[in-house]
């Protein structure tokens, strides 16, 4: 027998096998249970009812939401269609910074909000601190100027204007225990057809999935869908992930042989827009040697060491825009490994192997496949209890770095403050690398707890036999806002004569409102290897 149903708008089918005996009336029901007061239904579930013996046939094909991770800390409501509607609030781990993570993570709970609305009035939102009164709220990006409508002892009532104002809420400037509110479109265009893998609302363990030089694909997660697994996929033209639903890697091995909970090799043409990505055990996405990449709206919540938003080793023409990420590390890294014939044969050894093991990372893209170059970064919103949110490097293996621009990003913060790897915004010339034409641009720093807002110098960090970088030409930084006290002094350092960074234009740089105008003050440090510096 086969049942149809539409739950919460979508469609799904259900293929039962029972026994039914000639000449003996049966009564079909089809219920669906509730986890909590929400509209949302859950595990429906068919029963065949024969008068003596009542039977009851669960299908796991249809979606069940009764163990989704839920944060206890908060109550979250939005006004609309004239009455309060509760919405879930998910759970999700974040770290506290440790400069010796091997001693072991400061663990937190946080909570998230997803929904959808059309935004066709500001929408308002009430959140309640569940577990008392407070005394003071912040809403950031503070630059959105979103203050509280109504405040009582224990909740706070404002407006969002539209679903690009995904928000954090802090109560008494708690940063490891807040609550984001992630706001979207609805997806009117929810894809169909064999080339489509979908994921409607409920859990699904999909475990770690394997797509092998295949074309046109997409994996869908609609709204309402929490999908367990990783994906891994090579060869692929026209990979799309999206959707409105959730990626969570939690049941994945977060031990030794980690992966990434989106890796791709070779992939053209690729997309990611919508989802949201939860608990990586490494790298949340990992795009190697690839051209024409697109990463949108994609929200990510990661608390292990090396749990980067986004690298890109290899990589070109690649657009970034409109994410609001938090990652124990890098929100975007941009590096390279070396795969060219001559490097190659450069670090072979006499019996055959690789003197340089990373080869194996990007041994098999064509030779076209290497350099690094037309990136542009938008529109997106950083959060890193670690490391850097936008960086350049380290990892170089003689590899040109052109054209890569980061502009009207917002970063939230930013906490490591060492002589290596500090900067919200950084370039880090190592590995042999060249590097030129980066550019900063229009990017507000709120008041990040020690980092540095920007750091461009010379490293030999992640390098191949200690080597650093051959020089760095034309960086631009341009309307830099950082608000705060607790951010340390930026820096640009070349090392030596030979190898300089020439070319650095700094315009409308400000530190609390004050221009920043020479390279020796108290918020900027700019040493005799800097060559051509102007400030605007």
């Not at 224990?154 to 679903?163: A, G, R």
């Not at 980690?258 to 827009?273: L, S």
């Not at 001559?342 to 340089?356: E, N, R």
């Amino acid at each position: 027998m086969e049942f149809r149903f539409t739950i919460n708008g979508k469609n799904y089918v259900s293929v039962q096998e029972t026994r039914i005996e000639a000449n003996r009336k049966y009564a079909l029901s089809v219920a669906a249970k509730f986890k909590d007061d929400t509209d949302l239904k859950l595990t429906p579930v068919i029963s065949y009812l024969p008068w003596d013996a009542p039977t009851t046939i669960p299908d796991d094909g249809l979606p069940a939401m009764d163990d989704r991770p839920a944060n206890d800390d908060f109550t979250v409501e939005i006004f609309r269609n004239g009455c309060w509607e509760e919405i879930f609030v998910h759970n999700a781990e974040v770290s506290d910074y440790a400069a010796n993570p091997a001693a072991g993570y400061v663990q937190h709970d946080m909570g998230f909000a997803m929904f959808t609305d059309a935004f066709a009035a500001p929408l308002k939102v009430r959140v309640t601190r569940r577990a008392g009164t407070f005394s003071k709220v912040e809403i950031r990006p503070l630059s959105y100027g979103i203050v509280p409508d109504v405040q009582t002892p224990n909740s706070v009532e404002f407006e969002l204007d539209d679903p690009a104002q995904k928000v954090s809420v802090e109560f008494d400037g708690n940063r490891m225990e807040n609550l984001f509110i992630l706001p979207d479109l609805p997806d009117t265009a929810i894809p169909t057809g064999a080339n489509v893998t979908y994921f409607g609302p409920g859990i699904h363990n999909m475990g770690r999935k394997e797509i092998l030089y295949k074309d046109n694909q997409t994996i869908y997660l609609d709204e309402g869908a929490l999908v367990y697994g990783s994906i891994y996929a090579k060869g692929c033209r026209n990979l799309t992930i999206r959707g409105r639903g959730i990626l969570c890697s939690s049941k994945e091995n977060h031990g030794d042989g980690r992966q990434p909970q989106i890796e791709t090799f070779d992939c053209d043409g690729f997309k990611v827009e919508g989802i949201l990505l939860r608990d990586t055990p490494n790298w949340t996405l990992k795009i190697v040697g690839s051209t024409g990449v697109h990463i949108d709206n994609i929200k990510e919540i990661g608390w292990i060491m090396n749990s980067d938003g986004m690298d890109f080793i290899c990589c070109r023409d690649v657009l970034v825009e409109n994410t609001f990420q938090r990652n124990y590390d890098d929100n975007v890294t941009i590096k390279a490994f070396n795969g060219k014939t001559d490097y190659v044969t450069a670090h072979t050894a006499s019996d055959g192997s690789f003197t340089d093991a990373s080869i194996w990372t990007v041994y098999y893209l064509a030779q076209n496949k290497f350099d690094v170059y037309d990136y542009e970064i938008r529109n997106c919103v950083f959060w890193a209890d670690k490391a850097h949110n936008m960086l350049v490097g380290p990892e170089a293996r003689g590899i040109a770095f052109r054209n890569i621009r980061f502009h009207d990003n917002i970063v939230l913060e930013n906490r490591q403050n060492d002589g290596i790897y500090p900067g919200a915004m950084a370039v880090m010339i190592a590995d042999n690398g060249t590097f030129e034409d980066i550019a900063f641009e229009n990017i507000i720093v709120e008041d990040i707890d020690g980092g540095k807002v920007f750091c461009a110098h010379f490293t030999n960090a992640w390098a191949f036999d200690g080597l650093y970088g051959q020089w760095a030409r034309n960086i631009t930084l341009r309307n830099i806002a950082y608000t705060g006290t607790r951010a340390t002094p930026s820096w640009i350092r070349g090392r030596s004569d030979a190898q300089s960074i020439d070319g650095v234009t700094i315009g409308n740089f400000t530190v609390n409102g004050t221009p920043v105008t020479d390279g020796s003050g108290p918020h900027l440090e700019i040493n005799e290897y800097v060559r051509n510096v102007t400030f605007e």
